[in-house]
T-cell receptor, first 116, second 113 residues
Framework: GAGVSQTPSNKVTEKGKYVELRCDPI?????LYWYRQSLGQGPEFLIY????????DSGLPNDRFFAVRPEGSVSTLKIQRTERGDSAVYLC??????????????FGPGTRLTVL | AQSVTQLGSHVSVSEGALVLLRCNYS??????LFWYVQYPNQGLQLLLK??????LVKGINGFEAEFKKSETSFHLTKPSAHMSDAAEYFC???????????FGKGITLSVRP
């Protein structure tokens, strides 16, 4: 079946601009996660959705970052007034939210964001 | 709080040699532990996971890992390296279902002919 998809695969923007990154989770997965991976580092947690609501947004670095999941499926990560330090690969993952899945998360290919 | 330590950033082995990638974790509650692999320009793929059912976990592509509570370790091994194993490997911990993964910094595995 189809895996997690993310669009665009690459995004180049200028400092100060607004960007939106999209994630389509695996059908039926109720849990959705956003991570950010900087060069040479492991992914770092940003935010977790259970259904439509953000269950944990403790990883968002500041108020320029915001994410939504209005219908409990597709999610959009929004970054305002982008800075060069926001350049990274943004990863999305989904999980079936069953106790038997033991929190196994399925990752998309990521969106590489470059802020010039 | 939870954390993962992966010592060293790069491991190089000869084809056919043993692969050993180390991972130590810290968790205030019984953890779930994971190893993911990332090939160049691709997303993360799950190799294996520990969820308290068995301490020795077998994964895909001949990899396995052993959970050792006393050592807070979850090292990844493969008896015989193949050229196709060259990739970046990440160890991750979570504290239960529906919670964030905390990743280590990753280890790049190179395989020499």
């Amino acid at each position: 079946g189809a895996g997690v998809s993310q669009t665009p695969s690459n995004k180049v923007t200028e400092k100060g601009k607004y960007v939106e990154l999209r994630c389509d989770p695996i059908s039926g997965h109720t849990a959705l996660y956003w991570y950010r991976q900087s060069l040479g580092q492991g992914p770092e947690f940003l935010i977790y959705f259970q259904g439509t609501g953000a269950a944990d947004d403790s990883g968002l670095p500041n108020d320029r970052f915001f994410a939504v999941r209005p219908e409990g499926s597709v999610s959009t990560l929004k970054i305002q007034r982008t800075e060069r330090g926001d350049s990274a690969v943004y990863l999305c993952a989904s999980s079936p939210n069953r106790e038997t899945s033991h929190n196994e998360q399925f990752f998309g290919p990521g969106t590489r964001l470059t802020v010039l | 709080a939870q954390s993962v330590t992966q010592l060293g950033s790069h491991v190089s082995v000869s084809e056919g040699a043993l692969v050993l990638l180390r991972c130590n974790y810290s968790s205030s509650v019984p953890p779930y532990l994971f190893w993911y692999v990332q090939y160049p320009n691709q997303g993360l793929q799950l190799l294996l996971k520990y969820t308290s059912a068995a301490t020795l976990v077998k994964g895909i592509n001949g990899f396995e890992a052993e959970f050792k509570k006393s050592e807070t370790s979850f090292h990844l091994t493969k008896p015989s390296a193949h050229m196709s194993d060259a990739a970046e490997y990440f160890c991750a911990v979570s504290t239960g279902a529906n919670s964030k993964l905390t990743f280590g910094k990753g280890i790049t595995l190179s395989v020499r002919p």
